[in-house]
């Protein structure tokens, strides 16, 4: 009994060390992100959250807000220009408060017809977890086209 107290208080323990002691990405995704605008020339802008994002088309009609649901044709790829996921030309549909943190956040700097680049550290993506195709603490760069707000 003794041993299996002492075996379950071990786990416990290194469950939560674990979690606890997940890697900080941030300097190095700023870094990433940093050497890619470089590397493309691309003018930037970066939030205070550490999104950037880069306009090339303002657009000219609505704007979204964060609890818009919109139409968007995006490609996603990761900083060396694998792509992990795209849509069609028409677009997808969604939830703005239902998607990564990125484009919650980048989308709404769009206006309908609008169009640019949204570069998203992985603490506002799948952070250090990861999902699918998409590493833990990995930069996604999305070329999005804001199709309509619904």
């Known amino acids: 009994m003794k041993y299996l107290l002492t075996s379950l208080l071990a786990l416990t323990l290194f469950i939560s060390c674990s979690k606890d002691d997940q890697k900080d990405y941030t300097a190095e995704n700023d870094k990433e ?3 890619y605008i470089a590397k493309k020339n691309l003018t930037a802008h970066k939030t205070e959250s550490g999104l950037y994002y880069v306009i ?3 657009g000219t ?3 979204p807000t964060a609890k818009s649901n919109v139409t968007v044709a995006y490609r996603g790829t ?3 220009g694998t792509v992990f996921d795209q849509s069609s ?3 997808l549909s969604f939830n703005l408060y239902e998607v990564i943190p ?3 956040e980048g989308i709404p700097f769009f206006k ?3 169009s640019g680049i949204l570069l998203v550290p992985s603490r506002l993506a799948y952070g250090n ?3 699918g195709k998409i590493p833990g603490g990995a930069v996604l760069v999305f070329d999005i086209k804001l199709i309509k707000v619904n």
């Open 33 to 35: 992100i940093a050497d």
């Open 56 to 58: 090339d088309v303002p």
């Open 78 to 80: 990761f900083t060396d």
């Open 102 to 104: 990125g484009w919650t």
């Open 61 to 63: 009609g609505t704007q």
């Open 112 to 114: 309908t017809g609008g």
């Open 129 to 131: 977890d990861g999902r």
């Open 89 to 91: 030309s028409d677009g």
